[in-house]
């Protein structure tokens, strides 16, 4: 509509005398600008591209033919580049006293504790206890990877005797 209006105006532009009336219908406009906002309101939607999503959850991605709703991304694909790097192992004999398998590491982005023999209990902020401990038993193990991954301290302690743990944190 706007296009049109423009066309009438430069149309006039060559009139130098007389009366020339224009009818607008602003109930129409009143009505696009109504329905453009509501579009706006319930999302936008983003076809093949590329770019860096603020106020929401991604921060840098591809989306591809992705709809987002008041920062959830919904019906698409986040294709996200991995993070690559090395493993460092550790063991642990577990006694009755608390003991370290691996300090606290503020870049992990994966870990692996797997209790080998005996029972445990382990802790991801550095002081384990029979009371508040995670139990492994022997053959078990626990896997932190993807959004949550502790940073702190990996403790064991087991309530009688010893347990072998064996860890994997990259």
């Known amino acids: 509509m706007g296009r049109q209006l423009n066309k009438i ?6 009139v130098t ?4 009336t224009i009818n607008v219908n602003l109930d129409a406009i009143e009505a696009l600008l109504t329905t ?19 106020g929401g959850t991604l921060t840098t991605g591809t989306l591809a033919s992705a709809t987002l709703t008041a920062g959830t991304l919904t019906n698409g694909t986040v294709n996200a580049t991995p993070t690559r790097g090395t493993t460092t192992t550790g ?8 003991g370290t398998l691996f300090t606290s590491n503020a ?3 994966y870990l692996l ?5 005996g029972t ?20 078990q193990g626990i896997t ?8 702190g301290a990996i403790a064991g302690i087991t309530s009688t005797g010893t347990a072998q743990l064996i860890g994997r944190q990259g």
């Open 91 to 98: 063991t642990l004999t577990a006694g009755t006293t608390n």
């Open 9 to 14: 105006i430069e149309g006039l532009a060559g």
């Open 120 to 139: 445990a209990f382990i802790d991801t902020n550095g002081t384990a206890s029979t009371a508040n401990g995670i139990q492994l038993t022997s053959g």
């Open 107 to 109: 870049s992990r982005n």
């Open 36 to 54: 453009l906002q509501a579009d706006v309101a319930d999302g936008l939607v983003v076809t093949n591209g590329t770019g860096v999503l603020t």
């Open 144 to 151: 932190f990877e993807g959004s949550f991954v502790p940073t």
């Open 113 to 117: 504790v797997q209790c080998t023999s």
């Open 17 to 20: 005398s007389g009366t020339s």
